[in-house]
């Protein structure tokens, strides 16, 4: 039984360098280069890398269905801004910020910050190379 609650103690603390919100440094280190597919709360999905010039090149398939497309978003579209990630877009009236929650040590959800219902489940399996 005790053997039990000290496994079970020393899982929970472990939690918090696994789980928890990452600050635009945490983020960086831990997204960038890296493929992740993704799925989101709509049903899109996809893959793609987030580039150190805050560019994003992916694929997307939206709300799941019909073709896959092949997606590029120049330098500069993601920002740094002070603690946040933002993303810069032309012909939006406004920059979105994000809320990234890293979930284990391969994933991490993002969501546009205000709105936590619209949001994205990323999973990194390892590699940069993108599947088509």
Do not use: W
């Amino acid at each position: 039984m005790f053997r039990g609650l000290a496994v079970t103690i020393g899982l929970l603390a472990a939690l918090p360098a696994v789980a928890g919100e990452m600050n635009a440094d945490e983020a960086r280190r831990f997204v960038i280069g890296k493929m992740f597919t993704y799925t989101c709360f709509e049903g899109s999905r996809g893959q793609g890398r987030v580039n150190a010039d805050g560019s994003v090149a992916g694929s997307i398939q939206i709300q799941g269905a019909g073709p896959v497309r092949f997606a590029h978003l120049p330098a500069n579209t993601l920002q740094l801004r002070g603690e946040s990630v933002c993303a810069s877009l032309r012909g939006m009236p406004f920059e979105p910020c994000f809320n990234l929650d890293k979930t284990s040590e391969v994933s991490f959800r993002g969501s546009v910050s205000g709105m936590g219902f619209a949001y994205c489940d990323f999973h990194h399996q390892g590699g940069t190379q993108m599947l088509m």
